[in-house]
Protein backbone atom coordinates (compact mmCIF):
# COMPACT_ATOMS: atom_id res chain seq x y z
CA UNK A 1 0.00 0.00 0.00
CA UNK A 2 1.01 3.90 -0.80
CA UNK A 3 0.47 6.12 1.64
CA UNK A 4 -2.17 9.29 1.00
CA UNK A 5 0.52 11.43 1.80
CA UNK A 6 2.48 10.59 -1.67
CA UNK A 7 5.76 10.58 -0.24
CA UNK A 8 6.42 6.92 -0.92
CA UNK A 9 6.48 6.44 -4.76
CA UNK A 10 4.19 3.99 -6.27
CA UNK A 11 5.58 0.02 -6.22
CA UNK A 12 5.21 -0.01 -9.81
CA UNK A 13 7.68 2.90 -10.48
CA UNK A 14 10.20 0.84 -8.78
CA UNK A 15 10.71 -2.05 -10.96
CA UNK A 16 12.02 -1.00 -13.39
CA UNK A 17 14.93 0.29 -11.61
CA UNK A 18 15.54 -2.90 -9.68
CA UNK A 19 15.56 -4.52 -13.23
CA UNK A 20 18.43 -2.43 -14.74
CA UNK A 21 20.35 -2.35 -11.58
CA UNK A 22 19.86 -6.55 -11.88
CA UNK A 23 22.49 -5.81 -14.63
CA UNK A 24 25.12 -4.20 -12.69
CA UNK A 25 25.51 -7.16 -10.50
CA UNK A 26 27.13 -9.09 -13.33
CA UNK A 27 30.93 -9.95 -13.29
CA UNK A 28 32.70 -7.73 -15.69
CA UNK A 29 33.71 -11.08 -17.63
CA UNK A 30 30.01 -11.89 -17.68
CA UNK A 31 29.34 -8.63 -19.21
CA UNK A 32 32.32 -9.45 -21.29
CA UNK A 33 31.35 -12.69 -22.16
CA UNK A 34 27.67 -11.00 -23.06
CA UNK A 35 28.95 -8.08 -25.36
CA UNK A 36 30.90 -10.35 -27.27
CA UNK A 37 27.31 -12.64 -27.84
CA UNK A 38 25.97 -9.83 -29.03
CA UNK A 39 28.37 -9.14 -31.80
CA UNK A 40 28.56 -12.30 -32.85
CA UNK A 41 24.56 -12.55 -33.31
CA UNK A 42 24.97 -8.76 -34.98
CA UNK A 43 27.32 -10.24 -36.83
CA UNK A 44 24.71 -13.29 -38.39
CA UNK A 45 22.59 -11.01 -39.06
CA UNK A 46 23.60 -8.91 -41.26
CA UNK A 47 25.68 -12.12 -42.81
CA UNK A 48 28.76 -11.35 -42.28
CA UNK A 49 31.50 -13.32 -40.85
CA UNK A 50 34.39 -13.45 -38.29
CA UNK A 51 36.90 -12.56 -40.68
CA UNK A 52 35.02 -9.27 -41.55
CA UNK A 53 35.61 -8.47 -38.20
CA UNK A 54 38.91 -6.39 -38.94
CA UNK A 55 37.54 -4.36 -42.03
CA UNK A 56 34.60 -3.16 -39.18
CA UNK A 57 37.21 -2.08 -36.64
CA UNK A 58 37.98 0.45 -39.23
CA UNK A 59 34.74 2.15 -39.24
CA UNK A 60 34.06 1.30 -35.83
CA UNK A 61 30.95 4.03 -34.71
CA UNK A 62 29.13 3.20 -38.53
CA UNK A 63 29.72 -0.28 -37.80
CA UNK A 64 28.12 -0.43 -34.44
CA UNK A 65 25.38 1.93 -35.45
CA UNK A 66 24.42 -0.75 -38.68
CA UNK A 67 24.74 -3.20 -36.01
CA UNK A 68 22.85 -2.08 -33.96
CA UNK A 69 25.71 -2.40 -30.92
CA UNK A 70 25.22 -1.06 -27.25
CA UNK A 71 28.10 0.76 -25.95
CA UNK A 72 29.65 -2.56 -24.41
CA UNK A 73 28.99 -4.35 -27.97
CA UNK A 74 31.33 -1.63 -29.71
CA UNK A 75 34.19 -2.34 -26.74
CA UNK A 76 33.74 -6.32 -27.83
CA UNK A 77 33.66 -5.84 -31.69
CA UNK A 78 37.23 -3.79 -30.74
CA UNK A 79 38.25 -6.02 -28.52
CA UNK A 80 37.20 -9.02 -31.46
CA UNK A 81 38.60 -7.65 -34.03
CA UNK A 82 42.21 -7.11 -32.72
CA UNK A 83 41.94 -10.54 -31.23
CA UNK A 84 40.99 -11.97 -35.04
CA UNK A 85 43.98 -9.60 -36.47
CA UNK A 86 46.32 -11.20 -34.35
CA UNK A 87 45.50 -14.63 -34.43
CA UNK A 88 46.11 -14.27 -38.52
CA UNK A 89 49.69 -13.35 -37.72
CA UNK A 90 49.93 -15.62 -34.87
CA UNK A 91 50.55 -13.00 -32.05
CA UNK A 92 47.43 -14.22 -30.23
CA UNK A 93 49.24 -17.01 -28.37
CA UNK A 94 51.98 -14.90 -27.12
CA UNK A 95 49.97 -11.75 -25.56
CA UNK A 96 47.09 -13.82 -24.24
CA UNK A 97 48.82 -16.46 -22.42
CA UNK A 98 51.97 -14.17 -21.57
CA UNK A 99 52.22 -14.96 -17.64
CA UNK A 100 52.33 -11.76 -15.42
CA UNK A 101 52.56 -11.95 -11.50
CA UNK A 102 49.79 -10.66 -9.74
CA UNK A 103 49.86 -8.16 -6.78
CA UNK A 104 48.30 -7.43 -3.71
CA UNK A 105 47.28 -4.13 -2.30
CA UNK A 106 50.83 -4.49 -0.66
CA UNK A 107 53.37 -4.94 -3.57
CA UNK A 108 53.54 -8.22 -2.71
CA UNK A 109 53.49 -11.33 -5.52
CA UNK A 110 50.27 -13.48 -4.95
CA UNK A 111 50.10 -15.56 -7.68
CA UNK A 112 50.86 -15.59 -11.34
CA UNK A 113 48.19 -15.50 -14.51
CA UNK A 114 48.20 -15.02 -17.92
CA UNK A 115 47.35 -11.87 -19.23
CA UNK A 116 44.31 -12.18 -20.61
CA UNK A 117 42.90 -12.82 -16.95
CA UNK A 118 44.74 -9.93 -15.48
CA UNK A 119 43.37 -7.28 -17.59
CA UNK A 120 39.99 -9.19 -17.74
CA UNK A 121 39.91 -9.31 -14.28
CA UNK A 122 41.50 -5.72 -13.73
CA UNK A 123 44.53 -7.54 -11.24
CA UNK A 124 47.35 -5.43 -10.58
CA UNK A 125 50.76 -5.93 -12.06
CA UNK A 126 54.06 -4.66 -12.42
CA UNK A 127 55.70 -2.62 -15.32
CA UNK A 128 58.82 -0.95 -16.00
CA UNK A 129 59.44 2.47 -17.68
CA UNK A 130 63.07 3.49 -18.63
CA UNK A 131 63.42 7.31 -19.23
CA UNK A 132 66.66 7.97 -20.81
CA UNK A 133 68.42 10.99 -20.28
CA UNK A 134 71.58 12.34 -21.43
CA UNK A 135 73.27 14.37 -18.48
CA UNK A 136 75.64 16.29 -20.84
CA UNK A 137 72.97 18.57 -22.99
CA UNK A 138 69.93 17.93 -20.64
CA UNK A 139 67.83 16.10 -23.20
CA UNK A 140 65.68 13.00 -22.50
CA UNK A 141 65.41 10.51 -25.71
CA UNK A 142 62.19 9.12 -26.58
CA UNK A 143 60.91 6.47 -28.87
CA UNK A 144 57.61 7.25 -30.85
CA UNK A 145 55.33 3.81 -29.80
CA UNK A 146 54.71 1.53 -33.28
CA UNK A 147 51.71 2.09 -35.57
CA UNK A 148 50.18 -1.51 -34.63
CA UNK A 149 50.00 -0.78 -30.68
CA UNK A 150 46.37 -0.74 -29.63
CA UNK A 151 47.47 1.88 -27.34
CA UNK A 152 49.05 5.49 -27.56
CA UNK A 153 50.04 4.14 -31.07
CA UNK A 154 52.29 6.73 -32.88
CA UNK A 155 53.16 9.14 -29.55
CA UNK A 156 56.19 9.75 -27.87
CA UNK A 157 57.24 7.79 -24.45
CA UNK A 158 59.85 5.55 -22.70
CA UNK A 159 61.34 2.49 -23.06
CA UNK A 160 58.31 0.24 -21.44
CA UNK A 161 57.79 -3.13 -20.81
CA UNK A 162 55.22 -5.53 -18.71
CA UNK A 163 57.44 -7.64 -16.11
CA UNK A 164 56.92 -11.23 -16.81
CA UNK A 165 56.44 -13.65 -14.47
CA UNK A 166 59.55 -14.79 -12.42
CA UNK A 167 61.46 -11.42 -13.43
CA UNK A 168 63.08 -9.03 -11.13
CA UNK A 169 62.16 -5.81 -12.23
CA UNK A 170 65.59 -4.63 -12.77
CA UNK A 171 66.78 -7.43 -15.26
CA UNK A 172 63.61 -6.59 -16.98
CA UNK A 173 64.26 -2.87 -17.10
CA UNK A 174 68.13 -3.74 -18.24
CA UNK A 175 66.50 -5.97 -20.75
CA UNK A 176 63.67 -3.45 -22.32
CA UNK A 177 66.35 -0.74 -22.83
CA UNK A 178 68.86 -2.90 -25.20
CA UNK A 179 66.24 -4.10 -26.99
CA UNK A 180 63.78 -0.99 -26.91
CA UNK A 181 66.69 1.44 -27.72
CA UNK A 182 70.27 -0.87 -28.34
CA UNK A 183 72.04 0.86 -25.34
CA UNK A 184 73.39 -1.53 -22.33
CA UNK A 185 73.09 -0.21 -18.99
CA UNK A 186 75.00 -1.09 -16.57
CA UNK A 187 72.22 -1.65 -12.50
CA UNK A 188 73.44 1.52 -10.31
CA UNK A 189 76.02 2.89 -12.57
CA UNK A 190 73.81 3.63 -15.38
CA UNK A 191 70.60 2.78 -14.44
CA UNK A 192 68.75 3.23 -10.93
CA UNK A 193 65.70 3.47 -9.94
CA UNK A 194 64.10 6.70 -8.84
CA UNK A 195 60.40 5.71 -7.64
CA UNK A 196 57.23 2.98 -8.28
CA UNK A 197 53.87 4.61 -8.55
CA UNK A 198 50.19 3.12 -9.01
CA UNK A 199 48.84 3.69 -12.23
CA UNK A 200 44.96 2.75 -13.49
CA UNK A 201 43.61 2.97 -17.03
CA UNK A 202 40.89 1.67 -18.76
CA UNK A 203 41.74 -0.24 -22.26
CA UNK A 204 39.79 0.97 -25.27
CA UNK A 205 41.10 -0.55 -28.16
CA UNK A 206 42.99 -3.97 -29.18
CA UNK A 207 42.48 -7.69 -27.78
CA UNK A 208 42.09 -6.18 -24.03
CA UNK A 209 39.23 -3.41 -25.25
CA UNK A 210 36.96 -2.56 -22.21
CA UNK A 211 39.33 -4.06 -19.66
CA UNK A 212 41.41 -2.25 -17.14
CA UNK A 213 44.80 -2.18 -17.02
CA UNK A 214 46.38 -1.29 -13.52
CA UNK A 215 49.72 -1.31 -12.46
CA UNK A 216 52.67 -0.41 -10.41
CA UNK A 217 55.30 0.91 -12.39
CA UNK A 218 58.37 1.27 -11.35
CA UNK A 219 60.29 3.86 -12.89
CA UNK A 220 63.91 3.54 -13.94
CA UNK A 221 66.61 6.67 -15.02
CA UNK A 222 69.28 5.47 -17.53
CA UNK A 223 72.36 8.57 -17.73
CA UNK A 224 73.40 8.97 -20.58
CA UNK A 225 77.06 11.20 -20.93
CA UNK A 226 76.93 11.72 -24.43
CA UNK A 227 73.93 11.87 -26.83
CA UNK A 228 73.86 8.79 -28.89
CA UNK A 229 73.28 9.59 -32.69
CA UNK A 230 69.55 8.83 -33.47
CA UNK A 231 71.13 6.89 -36.41
CA UNK A 232 72.69 4.70 -34.10
CA UNK A 233 69.94 3.61 -31.94
CA UNK A 234 68.76 0.45 -33.56
CA UNK A 235 64.76 0.21 -32.30
CA UNK A 236 62.95 -2.75 -31.43
CA UNK A 237 60.12 -2.01 -34.76
CA UNK A 238 56.90 -3.95 -33.06
CA UNK A 239 57.34 -1.53 -30.25
CA UNK A 240 59.03 1.82 -31.80
CA UNK A 241 59.62 2.82 -35.22
CA UNK A 242 61.30 6.11 -34.50
CA UNK A 243 63.61 7.82 -31.74
CA UNK A 244 63.93 11.29 -30.81
CA UNK A 245 65.90 14.03 -28.44
CA UNK A 246 63.64 16.66 -27.10
CA UNK A 247 65.03 19.49 -24.21
CA UNK A 248 64.24 18.63 -20.63
CA UNK A 249 62.41 22.09 -20.64
CA UNK A 250 60.32 21.06 -23.88
CA UNK A 251 59.60 17.30 -22.59
CA UNK A 252 58.34 18.79 -18.90
CA UNK A 253 56.05 21.64 -21.00
CA UNK A 254 54.83 18.44 -22.92
CA UNK A 255 53.88 16.66 -20.03
CA UNK A 256 52.01 19.57 -17.95
CA UNK A 257 49.75 20.61 -21.16
CA UNK A 258 49.33 17.27 -22.18
CA UNK A 259 50.21 17.19 -25.38
CA UNK A 260 48.50 14.79 -27.24
CA UNK A 261 51.96 14.13 -29.31
CA UNK A 262 52.96 12.42 -26.33
CA UNK A 263 52.08 9.59 -24.01
CA UNK A 264 51.38 11.51 -20.40
CA UNK A 265 51.12 9.55 -17.23
CA UNK A 266 47.92 9.61 -15.70
CA UNK A 267 49.01 10.50 -12.41
CA UNK A 268 50.04 14.28 -11.49
CA UNK A 269 52.31 12.79 -8.96
CA UNK A 270 54.29 10.47 -11.31
CA UNK A 271 54.84 13.73 -13.87
CA UNK A 272 56.30 15.95 -10.48
CA UNK A 273 58.67 13.02 -9.64
CA UNK A 274 59.51 12.20 -12.84
CA UNK A 275 61.25 15.87 -14.24
CA UNK A 276 62.36 16.00 -10.26
CA UNK A 277 64.63 13.03 -10.81
CA UNK A 278 65.48 14.00 -14.25
CA UNK A 279 66.47 17.49 -13.45
CA UNK A 280 68.35 15.81 -10.26
CA UNK A 281 70.44 13.39 -12.30
CA UNK A 282 71.59 16.52 -15.29
CA UNK A 283 72.41 18.17 -11.76
CA UNK A 284 74.56 15.71 -9.90
CA UNK A 285 76.44 14.66 -12.69
CA UNK A 286 77.31 18.16 -14.16
CA UNK A 287 78.71 19.11 -10.54
CA UNK A 288 80.42 15.52 -10.51
CA UNK A 289 81.60 16.76 -13.32
CA UNK A 290 83.51 20.41 -12.85
CA UNK A 291 84.87 18.21 -9.47
CA UNK A 292 86.15 15.96 -11.98
CA UNK A 293 88.13 18.61 -14.34
CA UNK A 294 88.98 20.45 -10.48
CA UNK A 295 90.79 17.44 -9.62
CA UNK A 296 92.25 16.87 -13.64
CA UNK A 297 91.03 13.82 -14.50
CA UNK A 298 89.77 13.20 -17.98
CA UNK A 299 85.94 13.57 -19.24
CA UNK A 300 86.08 9.84 -20.07
CA UNK A 301 85.73 8.81 -16.37
CA UNK A 302 82.17 9.13 -17.10
CA UNK A 303 80.39 6.73 -19.05
CA UNK A 304 79.44 7.44 -22.68
CA UNK A 305 77.92 6.14 -25.63
CA UNK A 306 79.43 4.00 -28.25
CA UNK A 307 80.85 5.27 -31.46
CA UNK A 308 82.51 4.14 -34.74
CA UNK A 309 85.49 6.63 -33.95
CA UNK A 310 88.88 4.68 -33.50
CA UNK A 311 89.51 6.99 -29.71
CA UNK A 312 85.86 5.42 -28.81
CA UNK A 313 87.69 1.99 -29.01
CA UNK A 314 90.19 2.32 -26.61
CA UNK A 315 89.65 0.55 -23.39
CA UNK A 316 86.99 1.59 -20.90
CA UNK A 317 85.60 3.89 -23.27
CA UNK A 318 83.68 1.49 -25.78
CA UNK A 319 83.50 0.53 -28.99
CA UNK A 320 80.96 -0.40 -32.09
CA UNK A 321 79.47 -3.91 -32.34
CA UNK A 322 78.00 -5.73 -35.12
CA UNK A 323 73.95 -6.44 -34.69
CA UNK A 324 73.17 -9.71 -33.76
CA UNK A 325 72.78 -11.27 -37.64
CA UNK A 326 74.52 -8.41 -39.04
CA UNK A 327 77.53 -8.89 -41.88
CA UNK A 328 81.03 -7.84 -40.49
CA UNK A 329 82.04 -4.09 -42.07
CA UNK A 330 78.09 -3.45 -42.65
CA UNK A 331 78.48 -0.56 -39.84
CA UNK A 332 75.28 -1.48 -38.28
CA UNK A 333 76.46 -0.72 -34.88
CA UNK A 334 74.88 -1.22 -31.73
CA UNK A 335 74.83 1.57 -29.25
CA UNK A 336 76.23 -0.28 -25.71
CA UNK A 337 77.14 2.05 -22.54
CA UNK A 338 80.59 0.75 -20.88
CA UNK A 339 82.56 2.30 -18.29
CA UNK A 340 85.89 1.10 -15.94
CA UNK A 341 86.20 4.14 -14.38
CA UNK A 342 82.93 5.77 -12.89
CA UNK A 343 83.55 4.88 -9.87
CA UNK A 344 86.75 6.73 -9.84
CA UNK A 345 83.85 9.74 -9.65
CA UNK A 346 82.04 7.96 -6.22
CA UNK A 347 79.03 8.20 -8.12
CA UNK A 348 77.91 4.21 -9.16
CA UNK A 349 74.13 5.30 -7.96
CA UNK A 350 72.13 7.18 -6.14
CA UNK A 351 72.25 6.33 -2.84
CA UNK A 352 76.24 7.07 -2.95
CA UNK A 353 75.52 10.78 -4.39
CA UNK A 354 73.33 11.41 -1.72
CA UNK A 355 75.81 10.30 1.02
CA UNK A 356 78.49 12.85 1.75
CA UNK A 357 80.88 10.62 3.17
CA UNK A 358 81.03 8.77 -0.19
CA UNK A 359 82.06 12.18 -2.02
Keep these: ?10 LC ?8 SGSNSLSRAERQARAEQEVRNALDQAGLKSKDLPALRQQRELAARHLGLSPDGVAALERLAAATEAQADGREEALLGQRLDV ?19 GLWHRVVHIWAI ?21 RWTCACRRVPSGEQSMSTAVDCLKSEFSIKAKPDEELSLAFS ?12 AGQEDNTVVDVYIAR ?4 IPVEKVHVEFKSKQ ?10 KQALKSRDEAYVIPTSDEYITKLISHLQRSCEVVSSTLKLARSR ?9 ALTDSPEAKDEGVGGSQPRAGARAGAGDATTILSTKTWHRLGVTCDAWREDPSAS
Design 13 to 20: GRFPAMVA
Design 242 to 251: AVKYVSLEEF
Design 134 to 154: CTDTNRVLLGQRSASKAMDAG
Design 224 to 227: LSHE
Design 197 to 208: ARCSRPIDRGMF
Design 1 to 10: LVPKSGRWKP
Design 103 to 121: LNCEGEIIMDRPRVDVHRE
Design 296 to 304: GLPDTAMPR
